[in-house]
C-alpha cells in the first residue's frame, strides 16, 4: 500500500489496496493514520458490493446510523448505506439528489460530529465530450489555520460558534437542536489545531453582535475557500473515498442533470467529542 499526495495541501490517493479481500489490522491502521495525515483519501478501480463497503469503512470506527432522519434513502439491503443520486424510477428519487452544494463539514451541528464520510462511485455524470462532471472540492482547514493572519487568529482566540441543522433546510424546530464548538479545535486524535466553522451549518459567533458575527464568519468562511487549501477530485467509477471532517471541509458540484445519471453509495463514520 502506497500514499501519494494529490494536492499540496490535501489529499492522497491509495494504491496497492484490494477492498474485496478483508484488510488486515496492520492495514486498518495504517490507513486510519493516513487519513489523519492527508486529511482524504481516494483508492480507485474498485467493484464492490455493499457488504464490502461497509466492512471498509468500519475499519475506521463504527457506522453511524440514518434510520430516524433518512430511512428513505437507506440502502434496503445495507442500511448502513445511504444512497445519493439524481437518478428517479417509478416516479420517485432514489436517493438524495443534492449532495451538498455549498462547502460545509458533514455533522458539526450535534456534539460528537462525524469524523469521516465515505463515498464510492456507481455511476458518474459526463459531459457530451467524456469529462466528468460532478466534481467535489475539499478544504485543508488544518492548512486554513496555519494561514491565518495573525490578527484573525488573535480575533478568534476563544470564541464559539454555533452549528445548527435545521436553520437552513427547515423552519425553525426543536427536532434537531443546534450546538456550540470552539471556532478553532483540537483534533479530537492528532490533537493538531483546525479551523471549524462553515458556510453550511454555522449559524452564528457567541458573544458578538448579529451584524459583527455575520461579517466574521464571511472572513472565516472565505479563508476556508480559498484556493491554495482546495483539492478538486474528478470522480470515476469504482473510486472509493474518505475524508476527514475535523480537518476538510468539502462542497459538491452542481454541473449536471438527467439524463446524466450521478449514482454513489455513502457511509458516515462516528466520532469523537470536540474541544
Known amino acids: 500500500m502506497q500514499f501519494r ?16 479481500q478483508p484488510l488486515s ?3 486498518k491502521q495504517t490507513l486510519r493514520q493516513g487519513l489523519i495525515q492527508y486529511g482524504m483519501l481516494f483508492t480507485r478501480g474498485h467493484k464492490l458490493s455493499s457488504q464490502q463497503l461497509v466492512d471498509y469503512a ?15 434513502y437507506l440502502l434496503a439491503t445495507q442500511p448502513e ?49 467524456g469529462t466528468p462532471l460532478g466534481d467535489t472540492l475539499f478544504s485543508s482547514m488544518t492548512a486554513a489555520h496555519d494561514a491565518l493572519p495573525q490578527r484573525l487568529r488573535e480575533r478568534i482566540a476563544g470564541l464559539s460558534a454555533w452549528h445548527e441543522y435545521v436553520f437552513r433546510f427547515s423552519a ?25 466553522v ?15 458575527a455575520k461579517d466574521l464568519m464571511e472572513e472565516l468562511w472565505r479563508h476556508a475557500e480559498s484556493e491554495p487549501f482546495v483539492y478538486r477530485h474528478k470522480w470515476q ?39
Open 172 to 196: 425553525r424546530n426543536d427536532s434537531m437542536p443546534g450546538v456550540a464548538h470552539p471556532i478553532i479545535i483540537k483534533h479530537p486524535l492528532s490533537q493538531a489545531p483546525c479551523l471549524y
Open 5 to 20: 499526495p494529490c494536492s499540496p495541501a490535501i489529499g492522497a490517493e491509495v494504491t496497492g489496496l484490494d477492498l474485496t
Open 237 to 275: 467509477v469504482g473510486d472509493v473515498l474518505l475524508w476527514d471532517n475535523y480537518s476538510a471541509q468539502h462542497c459538491a458540484t452542481d454541473d449536471y442533470a438527467l439524463p446524466q445519471r450521478r449514482h454513489m453509495w455513502r457511509t458516515t463514520i462516528q466520532g469523537f467529542p470536540l474541544q
Open 58 to 72: 468500519r475499519g475506521f470506527n463504527e457506522i453511524e446510523r440514518y434510520d430516524t432522519t433518512m430511512s428513505q
Open 81 to 129: 448505506i445511504i444512497v445519493l443520486s439524481n437518478i428517479v424510477e417509478n416516479g420517485k428519487p432514489i436517493g438524495v439528489a443534492d449532495g451538498g452544494k455549498y462547502w460545509h463539514t458533514d455533522r458539526s451541528y450535534v456534539a460528537k460530529p462525524a469524523w469521516s464520510s465515505c463515498l464510492y462511485a456507481l455511476e458518474v455524470p459526463h459531459a457530451d465530450d
Open 25 to 27: 489490522d496492520q492495514d
Open 198 to 212: 462553515n458556510r453550511g451549518f454555522t449559524h452564528k459567533i457567541l458573544g458578538l453582535p448579529e451584524q459583527e
